[in-house]
């Protein structure tokens, strides 16, 4: 299994924007997709974001399409998530997950994950 550590979270208000970060601890994300997922209280944790293990291909859900931009930086070893406009429905906890070769949207499609970053957006 793969150890991932988010970072970058925190209580900003709406329309600002925020980059997340996630990198594995003891290993390379070499082979790996990686995912961005979302869980607000009382709801299901939700897909936000993905990216092949190239990084050659991105996908995001409909709710965040033109706001969000996912990337990688193998040399850094480190995928980010850029979150522009931000709202408050965007509050809550955001987790990385990672998994060999190519981009799942569900999280039953995940073993390696990370222990998730607050976000929360004030009106």
């Known amino acids: 299994q793969v150890q991932l550590v988010e970072s970058g979270g925190g209580l900003v208000q709406a329309g600002d924007s925020l980059r997340l970060s996630c990198a594995p601890s003891?290993?390379?994300?070499?082979?790996?997709?990686v995912a961005w997922f979302r869980q607000a209280p009382g709801k299901e944790r939700e897909f936000v974001a993905g990216?092949?293990?190239?990084?050659?291909?991105?996908y995001s859900t409909n709710s965040v399409k033109g706001r969000v931009t996912i990337s990688r930086d193998n040399a850094k070893n480190t995928v980010y998530l850029q979150m522009n406009s931000l709202t408050p429905e965007d509050t809550a906890i955001y987790y990385c997950?990672?998994?060999?070769?190519?981009?799942?949207?569900?999280?039953?499609?995940?073993?390696?994950w990370g222990q998730g970053t607050q976000v929360t957006v004030s009106s």
């Open positions: 990216i092949s293990w190239s990084g050659g291909t991105t």
């Open positions: 997950a990672a998994r060999p070769l190519s981009v799942l949207t569900t999280p039953s499609g995940y073993i390696n």
């Open positions: 003891g290993r390379t994300f070499s082979g790996y997709a």
